[in-house]
């Protein structure tokens, strides 16, 4: 017992000195560029709002959980659950899996200010079973001294027996350092509907993030300008 007690203090010692290496972002609704180090794992967490969308005016909640690990210092692997609070009905809509690829070294001098990252994520819907969604992202960030420009293209496709649809996702953003780990910002993100049924929306707010030990954490309150009201965003992350 005297040595699980000790061997208890030195494991949560150990992870209390750990600092931040999270693969956060700066922005609450778009990828980052920055990587877990090789081998790494961190817990990372989506909460999304969509206002007064469309001409119905819906509203819904969405959440995303999963683990993300570093396979290697280019490469992670993140597993997801997806539940939805929409009008009429509450629970998990899809469970998934996607692949992140960063090109460029993970230490930031060998990097230099341009980083890019690509991501390719596979998920099955749970209330329809022959349902299946792809989604995908290429993002590329500037690091000019204490600000961070950030484009994210993204794209989704969703088929359903019967039924299909693709939108576009493009998003941009730029933040600025206040202080250390604490940086305010504007961000742009739409969802355009290219084939199907849904709502094409726009909307652009102020954005902050946050990094603090082992914590990051960003969010944004996006005013729409048009097939919404607004959409405001917490993306946030914990490295184990």
Do not use: C
Request: hydrophobic fraction near 45%; glycine fraction near 12%.
């Amino acid at each position: 017992m005297r040595r699980l007690a000790v061997s208890t203090v030195f494991i949560v010692a150990v992870l209390h000195a750990r600092s931040a290496h999270a693969g956060r972002t700066h922005f609450g609704w778009l990828y980052g560029t920055d990587m877990i180090p090789e081998r790494g794992v961190e817990l990372e967490n989506w909460i999304v709002e969509e206002n007064k969308k469309g001409d119905a005016k819906s509203d819904e909640t969405s959440f995303w959980w999963g683990p993300v690990m570093a396979l290697t210092e280019h490469v992670e692997f993140a597993i997801s659950a997806e539940a939805a609070d929409e009008t009429g009905f509450v629970g998990f809509t899809r469970w998934g899996a996607d692949v992140r690829y960063r090109p460029q070294s993970p230490d930031p001098i060998d990097a230099g200010p341009f980083t890019t990252l690509f991501r390719l994520g596979a998920k099955r819907l749970i209330h329809d079973r022959d349902g299946v969604r792809g989604e995908a992202d290429a993002v590329a960030s500037y690091n000019a001294g204490p600000a961070i420009i950030s484009v994210d293209l993204g794209a989704v496709y969703e088929h359903v027996p019967m039924a299909e649809e693709f939108e576009f996702r493009p998003g941009a953003g730029v933040s600025f350092r206040v202080v250390k780990d604490f940086r305010l910002g504007v961000e742009t993100y739409s969802e355009l509907i290219a084939k199907g049924e849904g709502t094409s929306w726009l909307v652009v707010g102020p954005t902050a993030s946050l990094t603090h030990g082992r914590f990051w954490g960003a969010a944004t309150l996006g005013i729409g300008l048009f097939g919404i009201r607004d959409a405001p965003r917490l993306t946030f992350g914990v490295a184990l």
